[in-house]
């Protein structure tokens, strides 16, 4: 994500400013489409790595073991009230 706003030039910013653009409207109009690649790729990529935090051991593991993973998956509760 970093990668991608540092190289959008601030040149852009600057000519929509003295076009007589305001902060917030340049920024909603230029910056952030312009951003919107490297966002959703870094999105993705967080995504991909939860979930394969999540998965893998649940897979691995057995069902007598106790893993992280299972230990927040929510369970419905057997108490009746």
Avoid: H, N, W
């Amino acid at each position: 994500i970093y990668s991608v706003m540092k190289s959008i030039p601030p040149v852009y910013l600057r000519a929509a400013s003295s076009l007589g653009a305001p902060p917030m409207s340049a920024f909603f109009r230029i910056y952030l489409p312009m951003s919107m690649p490297g966002v959703s790729a870094g999105g993705l990529l967080f995504f991909i790595l939860a979930l394969g935090y999540y998965i893998t051991p649940a897979l691995v593991g057995g069902p007598g073991d106790q893993i992280s993973a299972e230990l927040i998956t929510p369970r419905p509760c057997s108490r009746t009230t």
